[in-house]
Structure formats: structure tokens, C-alpha cells
């Protein structure tokens, strides 16, 4: 028995360093950190598809499980199902990369991988129908948000530890763009797939997730420092409850509650934003004590940490909301009047919306490069400034405008935003020490991530406001001209402009959806024609929304120069290199290595 347990121990020994001796071998290799940056590259890509691949794949989704997203009741599964995925990266990304620091960036990052294609596949063959249907969505798109959360919070990392100095701006500017290009990609992926079959929305994941897990099992190898220390349970535990109540706070806040259009006044909303604050300032005094900290709050202290990171939380509040505003206009509105048919102007909104994903691939390997040799601050500033001035541009066209000068003022704006994030990420990652560059990473995909839900609510908030004060108006005013009833058009014209906006977001016919068939059906032929026509809707309510968007357009512009003017306070260009130990102890090297002009 002895021998027998001193062979397998032999072979485990021999096993064991195989392995270390191939990733040598492997790390060794020049090419070693473009196999990082392709495979860290895919899972960023497939990580953020998800996130957005069912915005426009949800009508034929939801007509696939039988129900009625815009029934009051089915509300709540319509924003889990957009915005669960976001809630939960954005929860997690802090935790799980500090665990990379801890045990290995490239384990949980596999693990990550695996994670990710498991629940993809459990979505894959959903085969309830109902609300149970929705709500077993609901709760694998979650559990895939997890494995999407290890895939991001240390991908960055992987990167930073493979690649020189000199290259991480371009390696991290290509993650980076993929990272932004993926949640447009996302559109087009669902609007092409779904329609042929829904199923195929999460299918699609499946061979590239398996492709991704057996490859970076296989090829990568933890060469960044990592250091055992304990689990800050506390501080993981108040962080998740202060964060998710937000969150949730904000999602429900966007929904109608009793007779006001939105829930802001609703007393568990505020119970949730103001107990989730409260606990989050918990979270923060907690991480001062604990001798581990999962919140790495003494990393603040870094300049180049902390601007790039307040920069990039307003870059996000900018951008995040205005990919649905944007769809609800081309949908709800410019779309129809041109021609195409509501249930076909899901597809069409992301093809319309491709410049914008040009810009993003033009602009964001180009400054990336650029950034390693003349730092961060001039293009990520540069990059929110004229990401500003497209959202002017957007604020000054009509409602009816030529697609040319749209298609135009989106390549300006991916291009601005292109500018922006990879120098950004970039400077960010280079001030972080080696020990600590999967919880920085983490740190800031938690305020981009938190902050594309906040943009959203704040977004849709704003559209709702501006809607509110003259869409009950025109609605009336509309239909009862056309000849209905007045009861009914009284109760679609009292109807939350929220429902507007969803039914405008998922491509239905919103007169046919609202009205319902026994209005339409007492009505003449001709006036039925009339109403759900390609005109009559988007005419209707393209004065109120044009209201809304200018609100909207404001804030994205205030957020931008704001972000603009963080990131000049950022300093020159920053790299935080170790202390290096001289022959009587002491160190040779500052801890921080401040050159070419910061203060």
C-alpha cells in the first residue's frame, strides 16, 4: 500500500513539473503575450456581447416563453433580463479580482471561462414557458454574469503582467476596444439570431466559451506576483448589500409606481438607495480596519489611479445610457417614418448604429500605442472632449435628421470614446503595483460597470421626465382626432411614458400594442391602417421625445467635460515600479516612479 502511495505521489511530482517546465517554456516564448492578449481578448469580447445581445433579441425571447413584457406584471422580468447581467458584474468584479491577486489571476480567469459557457448552455436549452420561464432566465443570465465578472475583473491584469511597459497601451487599448465593441456587436448578434431562432441568442456563446476554456487551460500561465492573505468577509458582505440595493434601487426606480410615472417616490426605492449608501459607507469604514481589505482604499492615493477612475465613471455615465436612447430614437421614431417595418427596426438600429463601433476600432488601438510613449492625459482628455462635442453635434439634429450627418456625429463619438478608453485603462493599470493589479482592475471595472446601470436609470429618468410633460397631450389629442373613443384614448394617454418607451425599444407596433385589437376592431379600416401605419406614431410623439433627448444630450455633455477635466488633473506619464532592495536593505528605487511632467 505504501508503495503504491509513494508511485502516485512520484507521478504527481513528475506531472506537477511537466507543467511548470512547459510554462517556462511557454512564457519564455516572445509570442507569449499575444496568445494572452487573443485569449483574454476573447473573453472580454463574448463577456460583453452578453451584455447587450438581448436588447435587441428580447421580442422574439419573450414571444418564445409566452409572455407580455408590457404587461405591468412582467415589467420587472423585461429590466432583470437587460440589466441582471450588468448588476452582477458589477457587484463581483472587486472580490473576484482580488482573489487573482490571491490564488492566481489566470486560475480564476479560467475558472471565469468555464463559469461563463456552463450557465450559457443552461440558457441555451431553457424549455419553460411563463413566468417560470422568465425567471429561470433571469437567474442563469445571473450565474453567467458571474463567470462573466472572473473573465473581467482579470483580464486587464493578465495583460498587464505579460506585456512591457512600453506595449501595455497598445495591448490594453486592444482588450479595451473589444471590451466597448462587443456591447455594440451584441445588438447586431441578437437582432440577426433571434428572429431565426431565440435559443440560438445564448447557443452562439457556447462553442467560442469552449473554444476559450480549453485554450487558456492549456496556454496561460499566472506570471504576475501574488500574495495568500485572508478573505475580508465583512467587507465583501457589506459591499455586495450596499451595492445590489443601489442597483436594485435604481432598476425599480425607472418603473411606474402608483399614479406617478416613476418610482423615485416609491418608499422601498428610497429605503434601498439610501440603506445601500448607508451600507456602503459601512463598507468604507470597514476597509479602513481590517488588516486585508478587499477595497484597496490606500490606492486612491495614487493620482493616476484615482482620476483615471473618476474619469472613467463619468465616461460611462456619458455613454452608457445613450446606446437606449439612440435605439429608441432610430426605432421608435426614424426608422418607421423611412420605411421599415416595427418588427424589423430591432436589426436595423444596430446596423444603423455600426459607425459608432468604427470609431471605437479606429481610435482606440491608435491612442493605446500612442499612450505608451506620450502617457495617458492629452487623448484620454482629448477623447472626452470630442466625445462632448458629439453629443452637441446629436443635440443640434432633428429629430428627422439625414442619416449621414447621424452616421457622422456617431463615428465622431465612438472615435472620441475610442480616444479615451484605452489610454485611460492603460494609465490606470501602469500606477497599480504587481501584487495589486487584479483588485485595481476590479476597482475600476466596478465604477464602469456601476455606473452604465446608474446611466441607464439616470438616462431613462430624463427621456421619462421630458416625455412626461407633453406626451399624455399629444397622445390624446392624436387619437381622438382619428376617431377614437374617448375613454380609450384617455387610458393610453394616461398610460407611464415608460410603456411608451418599451414598446418603441422592443419593435412593436406601440398604437397596435396599446390600443389592443377590440379598440383597433371598432374602428373603420382606413383609420386601423392609419393608426398603425409607419407615420402616425413616430409623428406623434417626436415632438416629446425631442424634449427628452435634449435633457438627455445635456447631462452626456455636462458628464463629458467633467470627465474631460478629471483626467487632466491625472498627471504626466505614471509607472509605478517596485521597490528594489540594496545591498544594506534599504531601497534603491521609490515605491512610485513619477516621470515626463506629472506634479
Known sequence: MGTDVSAKQGRSLIRADRARQRARRDTANPRYKWVVLSNTTLGVLIATINSSILLIALPDIFRGIHINPLTPGNTSLLLWLIMGYMVVTAVLVVGLGRLGDMYGRVRIYNAGFAIFTFFSIMLAIT???????????????????????????????????????????????????????????????GGLLAPIEWHMVFVVSVPFGLFGTIWAYFKLHDTGVTRHARMDWWGNLTFAVGLIAVLVGITYGIQPYGDHTMGWTNPWVLAALLGGTAVL???????????????????????????????????????????????????????????FSFATTPLWAGIYMLPMTAGFLIAGPTSGWLSDRFGARTFATGGMLVAAGSFVWLLILPVMFSYWQFALALLVNGLGMGLFAA???????????????????????????????????????????????????HLMVGLTSNGVPHDAAARVAGLPPVGVLFASLLGYNPIQSLLGPHVLGSLPAATQHHLTGHEFFPSLISPAFSDGLGVAFGFAIAACLIAALASAFRGGKYVHV????????????PAELVAEGAE
Open 578 to 589: 517596485e521597490e528594489e532592495p540594496s545591498l544594506d536593505g534599504k531601497s534603491e528605487l
Open 127 to 189: 424549455w419553460l414557458n411563463g413566468v417560470p420561464g422568465g425567471l429561470w432566465l433571469v437567474a442563469m443570465r445571473i450565474f453567467q454574469g458571474v463567470g462573466g465578472a472572473m473573465l473581467m475583473a482579470n483580464s486587464s491584469a493578465i495583460i498587464t503582467d505579460a506585456f512591457p511597459v512600453d506595449q501595455r497601451g497598445l495591448g490594453l487599448g486592444l482588450n479595451m476596444v473589444a471590451a466597448i465593441a462587443g456591447s455594440f456587436i451584441g445588438l447586431i448578434v
Open 281 to 339: 459607507v459601512v463598507f468604507c469604514w470597514v476597509e479602513t480596519r481590517v488588516a486585508e481589505p478587499m477595497f484597496r482604499l490606500n490606492l486612491f492615493r495614487i493620482r493616476a489611479f484615482t482620476f483615471g477612475n473618476f474619469a472613467s465613471l463619468l465616461g460611462a455615465l456619458g455613454r452608457g445610457g445613450l446606446m437606449f436612447i439612440l435605439i429608441i430614437w432610430l426605432q421608435g421614431i426614424w426608422l418607421p417614418v423611412h420605411g
Open 423 to 473: 489610454p485611460n485603462r492603460t494609465g490606470i493599470m501602469n500606477s497599480l503595483p504587481a501584487n495589486q493589479r487584479g483588485v485595481g482592475a476590479g476597482m475600476s471595472t466596478v465604477f464602469s460597470n456601476s455606473s452604465m446601470v446608474l446611466s441607464i436609470g439616470i438616462f431613462f429618468s430624463l427621456m421619462i421626465t421630458g416625455l412626461s410633460s407633453s406626451l399624455p397631450h
